[in-house]
Structures are given as structure tokens and as C-alpha cells.
């Protein structure tokens, strides 16, 4: 009986670029008459032993709000993801493009996904790790659904993964993660604040003009994030809860849909 995970390279076909990333090139293509987007990962970059164990646990995760992995096709050099095929792209990208033509509607709606995601990843004990815009896809009808869980513990970069490396995402870790790389569900709590931020700023880079050394020097001091001007304060307030210093004074994301979902109703 073959792996359930494994993808039969015959049935993959490989169409054109569309990005590239962490591990190496991101292309389109098909997989059993469903357009997929494939990662070609590159063997320097990821710790593959590693992963191929993982991906059985990742393939189990299946939620309508996460970009699903389909399967992982060894038998092929490089090794191949396939993924979900999400028409719009990444949601920073999105909000940039769009920008000034965002309804607050929308802006909700895709907090809102992003929450329903999460809180599937915490009912099962799984972290991210690295939620931000950037590793959220967006869908042909405007849905946002989250990408990228787990995958930074299979990069083999240190200037990635170690919180003193300069591509580090300092900006959008909890302070526990900075200073003892204690990572939770509380945790990616904290970069979902960060997320709802660059929603409501249209995709603007959060502390832009600021050094990861100042960022962290200005949280020390108990400074946050500032309200984006179309955030209404009900939105500001939950952002500023993810940030509270202590993880168990931040709310689930459980809790932060229900107090979304809420809010959208009014
Ligand atoms: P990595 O996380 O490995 O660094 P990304 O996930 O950021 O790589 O992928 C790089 C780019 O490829 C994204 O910005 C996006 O434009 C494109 N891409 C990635 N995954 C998909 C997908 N499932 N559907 C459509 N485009 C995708």
C-alpha cells in the first residue's frame, strides 16, 4: 500500500512560476484535475527527515480557513509540496494593492477567517509560529485562509530561526518568543494582533522606520502598536489584549472569535 501522502509524480504536472520562497521556487500546476501550487524545496534550505514525518501530522489538519497540503512528492528531486492553489496570492500583497479600496466589511471578514483558522490550530495543539500577513493566501472570492503552519521548524537558515537573526520576525513575536523562544498558541495570540494591525493599516510594515533592537527596547517600556486610523476602537481594543505582557492575560483564539463574530454582527 503506498503512503497516503505521497503524490505519484506522473500525476503532477508543473506549469509556471509563481513566487518563491523560503525554500525555493513556488510554481502552479495540477494534480489530479485541481489546479495546486507546488513548493520545490530546496535541500540546503529545509531539514527533510524532519518534514517528512511532520507533513503526516500537517496532512490531518483540514479546515475550510487553512490552505491544505495535499501531499509531498518525494520521488521527484527536489522534493515537492503541493498545496491548495489560492488564486489571489499572499494578503500583505493584497492589501497593498487594494489599498483605500478595503471596506471595514471586509477587513473584518478577514480577521475573522484568520481567527476561525487559529482556533482550529489551537483545538489542535498546533502552533504557527510565524503568523503574519505574509503567510496568509487569499481565495478568488476574497477569503483569507492561513498558510505556512509549523514550517519554520524545518528551515535550516539561522539568521531565520534563531530570534537574534536578522530575518527573524521580531515585529510579530510575543515577548516570551524573543527573549526564551517559548512558542504557544499564546503566542501566535500576540501575532494575530500584529496581523489585525496590518488588515487595518492596508498592509503597511508595522514599526517601519525601526530597528528590531528599538522595537523590542519600546515593548520592554510597555509601549504597543498605535490604533489604525480606520480601526474602530471595539477592533483596537482586542488587538491591544493580544499584546498584554503575560500569555495567560491574552485571549484564545476560541474567545477572539466569539468577540469578533460579535463585532461583526453590530
Ligand atoms: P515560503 O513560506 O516558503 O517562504 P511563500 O509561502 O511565501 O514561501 O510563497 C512565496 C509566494 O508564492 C507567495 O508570496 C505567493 O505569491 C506564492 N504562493 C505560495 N503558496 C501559494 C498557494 N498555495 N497558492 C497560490 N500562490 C502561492
Not at 521548524?153 to 530570534?163: E, P
Request: glycine share 6%.
Amino acid at each position: 500500500l503506498k503512503d497516503q501522502w505521497e503524490i505519484d509524480p506522473e500525476e503532477l504536472i508543473l506549469g509556471q512560476e509563481i513566487g518563491s520562497g523560503q525554500f525555493g521556487l513556488v510554481l502552479e500546476g495540477k494534480w489530479k484535475d485541481r489546479k495546486v501550487a507546488v513548493k520545490m524545496v530546496r535541500e540546503e534550505c529545509m531539514s527533510d527527515e524532519d518534514f517528512k514525518e511532520e507533513a503526516k501530522v500537517m496532512m490531518r489538519l483540514s479546515h475550510s480557513k487553512l490552505v491544505q497540503l495535499y501531499g509531498v512528492c518525494t520521488q521527484r528531486s527536489p522534493t515537492c509540496l503541493v498545496f491548495e492553489y489560492m488564486e489571489s496570492g499572499c494578503l500583505s500583497e493584497y492589501l497593498r494593492e487594494k489599498k483605500g479600496n478595503l471596506s471595514l466589511d471586509l477587513m473584518m471578514g478577514m480577521c475573522l477567517d484568520v481567527s476561525e483558522g487559529m482556533a482550529y490550530l489551537e483545538s489542535s495543539n498546533f502552533i504557527h509560529r510565524d503568523l503574519a500577513a505574509r503567510n496568509c493566501l487569499v481565495s478568488k472570492n476574497n477569503e483569507v485562509k492561513v498558510s505556512d503552519f509549523g514550517m519554520t521548524r524545518f528551515v535550516l537558515d539561522d539568521q531565520y530561526t534563531s530570534s537574534q537573526g536578522s530575518k527573524f520576525p521580531v515585529k510579530w513575536s510575543a515577548p516570551e518568543v524573543i527573549k526564551y523562544s517559548k512558542f504557544s498558541s499564546k503566542s501566535d495570540v500576540w501575532s494575530f494582533g500584529v496581523l489585525m494591525w496590518e488588515i487595518y493599516n492596508e498592509g503597511r510594515l508595522p514599526y517601519e522606520n525601526r530597528s528590531n533592537t528599538e522595537v523590542v527596547e519600546s515593548l520592554n517600556a510597555g509601549l504597543r502598536l498605535l490604533k489604525p486610523r480606520l480601526a474602530p476602537d471595539s477592533v483596537y481594543l482586542l488587538m491591544e489584549w493580544c499584546w498584554k505582557e503575560k500569555p495567560e492575560d491574552r485571549p484564545s483564539f476560541a474567545l477572539l472569535l466569539h468577540e469578533l463574530a460579535a463585532l461583526s454582527d453590530l
